[in-house]
């Protein structure tokens, strides 16, 4: 029984680390079957089992490990001692003052363990918490690409195709008037082009500015391959546009102006005091550009909308309301994130925004924004 009993102890000491509370067992069950045969042999297991308690659980555990050692090494030792409690108590002292010294060394080294894998811990969950701060950045700064060029491309795309087909139907009785809506078509295009490189510009290396503020030279060399005749206009719009700021409120009526060019009928009111937030004023425009764009894309011949912009102390409402929408269906090439990016925009500034058919036929994009949000007055 006491080869077994030691067999037992020396499975417990490999497993220690995995299983500690396996070698306190195999103590226990020592100090009863090896202790009064090979009093000597409990040394090594018994300390062993304390310091790996401590160390590889916990310190609460270290310490009822510690106490039902020194229990089962007292009844051991009363044992061996045939009742003599001198003698038992002789015969355990050594030894649980071993045991003491291995629990208090134990508990010191599992408390900087633990410390050390606590603060590895934390840096895990930081490293997880930067990384998906940074997937959520890169999200939202896709969305707010995603919003601007599609702003940027519908809007420019649909008043050119509007001015070509417009020039299309006049080139035969009216020359000049087709070339001078093919050049408002150039003017539109370069103007969205130079836009789109704004947008896209923190897509790639910041743009090197000189000392007057021109673009460097390898930017403008990057950009030469657009042809000799529009190469010098399409950079000077870009240099211009990268420093220009954004769209606001002396931006409205010409966007206005571009519709109507485009031969839309537009009937602009404007009421109140406008805002100075350049966000709110980024928003309007946005809001506007869209709405006037899904109205020229949408709304049947003749094309009259109403735009209605007022100001007051509490609210901005914004409303854009065409005659109607065509009575063919024409078929959307868009991805439908017209109407979502508006409300996005909106939504931002803490306001709500309507789009919709309206009683009279037509179809109607109102947008409100409460000014007590925006701490305006």
Do not use: C
Request: charged share 20%; net charge neutral.
């Amino acid at each position: 029984m006491a080869i077994a009993g030691a067999a037992l102890m020396a499975v417990g000491i490999l497993f220690r680390r995995a299983h500690p509370y396996l070698l306190v067992g195999a103590v226990v069950l020592g100090f009863i079957l090896v202790f009064p045969v090979y009093g000597s042999l409990m040394i090594v297991p018994a300390v062993v089992a304390t310091y790996a308690v401590a160390v590889y659980a916990s310190v609460r555990s270290a310490w009822v490990s510690f106490g039902v050692l020194a229990v089962a090494l007292g009844v051991a030792s009363v044992i061996v001692a045939h009742g003599r409690l001198a003698d038992a108590v002789g015969m355990s002292l050594s030894l649980g003052f071993l045991m003491l010294i291995a629990t208090l060394i134990g508990v010191n080294v599992g408390n900087r363990k633990r410390y050390v894998e606590a603060l590895l811990d934390r840096a895990a969950q930081l490293a997880r918490e930067r990384d998906q701060q940074a997937l959520l950045a890169t999200i939202s700064e896709r969305a707010r690409i995603a919003r601007e060029m599609h702003d940027i491309v519908a809007h420019s795309l649909t008043v050119m195709v509007a001015l070509a087909d417009g020039a299309d139907a006049t080139a035969g009785r009216d020359a000049d008037r087709a070339r001078a809506a093919m050049r408002q078509v150039a003017e539109t295009g370069r103007t969205a082009l130079a836009d789109m490189r704004v947008v896209l510009g923190v897509l790639a290396e910041p743009v090197e500015l000189g000392e007057a503020g021109e673009l460097g030279d390898g930017e403008v060399g990057a950009r030469s391959g657009e042809g000799e005749g529009g190469a010098g206009a399409a950079q000077a719009d870009a240099s211009r546009a990268l420093l220009a700021p954004q769209p606001g409120n002396d931006a409205l009526r010409p966007l206005i102006e571009s519709f109507r060019g485009a031969g839309m009928v537009v009937h602009f009111t404007v009421s109140g005091a406008p805002v100075t937030d350049t966000g709110v004023q980024v928003m309007i425009f946005r809001v506007l550009q869209e709405a006037l764009t899904n109205s020229l894309r949408y709304a049947p011949n003749p094309k009259h909308v109403a735009v209605t912009l007022g100001f007051t102390q509490k609210e901005i409402r914004l409303s854009v309301n065409d005659v109607g929408q065509a009575q063919e269906r024409i078929p959307s090439v868009g991805s439908g994130r017209g109407v979502i990016g508006m409300r996005e925009r909106v939504a931002a500034f803490g306001g709500t925004l309507e789009a919709g058919p309206t009683t009279a036929g037509g179809w109607q994009v109102l947008a409100r924004v409460p000014l007590s949000a925006r701490g305006e007055s």
